[in-house]
């Protein structure tokens, strides 16, 4: 057996190659080169399926987004992946945060990897000068006309009523810091306009007799919208009182009626004429509730007991003030210097003070000292001025003794 397969060693094996016709070759390398070709194409054709899948897989049809706000782009660039440019711009027509234009434009693709680009509305511009004038009475409707043509930003209005004014008309304008000329649209203004007259439909009640602030109450309650007017008199009625008023009880009144009440100020009190009296008939004149004090003081020129004056005039009123002490002086004619020799030094202050300066003499003293006095030491030995009248303006020389041998 191994020597059969000895036979077959490569040694002695020989392949045959069969030779093939020349037309079948061909054929068969034709048939190669289609496969390949149609190997190349498909591959190429895959590939490029491929690649328009993943570009278009990257890619995103743009919108029109005329009138759309920025928040809803913003939501739509984030559901489809896309990156968004903002810029902004003041504008007058377009509302703010409101797209103005956009690039690419609408129907465009856009690579993911790309940025849609927006011009946004910012508004109108703030700072533009836009004047705002009104004619006198506008009406409200030609107001809220320019407000919205001119895009004001900062005009409100505020309704009032007004007697003479229409309604629905302007009364007045406030600005803020500014004026109509140069107003710009960012500027303040307060624009007042008319309810008409105020309705008469309260009725007027009756405060006679009532307090002032019972009447003021009343007219807070009933939100009035101008104030009470007091006028204050004497009266035997007690203060505060209200003794008229002008507008009879039950009569149509309106909140903007100004109302006047008479306030009794209570019994007057004035100060009495005391010139024709004297000290003797002082009681006689009754002052009512004044503290009046009679003071007996001396005088050049009238005589004992007769009027001299008084603290305040005749007629002056004294009804805020009666706790208030006012004086009536009376004369004690010239001032009288008693025999002073022999009255001890201690003695001479307390009587010139008490006689005649406590009752409105200027009389003054001078004391001098003698060793060689014919008196008792420490007593006024000599006096220029004893037992006599003086002037309010006199002067008295005074000797005090200091012989302290006197005696012996």
């Known amino acids: 057996m191994s020597s059969f397969l000895d036979k077959f060693t490569e040694s002695n094996y020989q392949s045959t190659r069969i030779q093939e016709p020349p037309e079948i070759k061909t054929t068969n390398d034709r048939k190669r080169l289609t496969r390949y070709i149609a190997l190349f194409f498909t591959v190429i054709a895959v590939t490029s399926g491929f690649a328009l899948w993943r570009s278009l897989k990257n890619q995103v049809k743009v919108i029109d987004f005329s009138g759309w706000t920025l928040e809803d782009v913003k939501v739509w660039a984030a559901a489809n992946d896309v990156s968004l440019h903002i810029d902004f711009a003041y504008d007058n027509v377009h509302d703010k945060d409101s797209i103005i234009e956009q690039s690419p434009s609408s129907n465009a693709k856009l690579r993911k990897d790309e940025y849609l680009e927006l011009l946004v509305s910012s508004g109108p511009d703030p700072d533009e000068v836009v004047n705002f004038i009104l004619e006198e009475h506008a009406t409200i409707a030609e107001v809220q006309k320019l407000i919205d043509e001119k895009k004001l930003m900062n005009v409100t209005l505020e309704f009032t009523h007004h007697a003479s ?5 302007v009364i007045n304008v406030e600005y803020d810091k500014c004026q109509p000329q140069g107003f710009r649209r ?24 009532l307090t002032k602030e019972e009447a003021a109450g009343w007219r807070d309650s009933m939100e009035f919208v101008v104030d009470f007017q007091y006028e204050y008199v004497y009266s035997e009625v007690p203060p505060g009182i209200i003794i008229q008023q002008d507008i009879l009880p039950d009569e149509k009144i309106s909140r903007d009626t100004v109302v006047t009440f008479k306030v009794s100020k209570g019994l007057q009190v004035l100060m009495p ?63 009288f210097i008693e025999d002073l020799i022999g009255y001890t030094e201690n003695m001479i202050a307390p009587y010139f003070f008490n006689e005649f300066t406590a009752k409105g003499a200027n009389i003054t003293y001078t004391v001098r000292y003698d060793e060689k006095a014919q008196a008792p030491y420490g007593t006024i030995a000599k006096i220029s001025k004893r037992m006599e009248f003086l002037s309010l303006n006199d002067h008295v020389d005074i000797i005090v003794s200091k012989n302290r041998n006197y005696g012996e």
């Open 165 to 169: 004014v229409p309604i629905n008309s």
């Open 273 to 335: 004429d005391y010139k024709k009296t004297n000290r003797s008939t002082f009681d006689e004149i009754d002052p009512g509730s004044l503290l009046v004090i009679a003071v007996d003081q001396y005088s050049d020129s009238v005589p004992y007991g007769h009027y001299i004056g008084q603290s305040v005039p005749a007629g002056t009123d004294l009804t805020a003030s009666t706790n208030q002490r006012v004086y009536v002086y009376y004369s004690l004619g010239k001032p």
């Open 186 to 209: 960012k500027d303040k203004a307060t624009v007042y306009v008319s309810l008409g007259p105020y309705p008469r439909d309260l009725r007027m009640p009756s405060f006679v007799g």
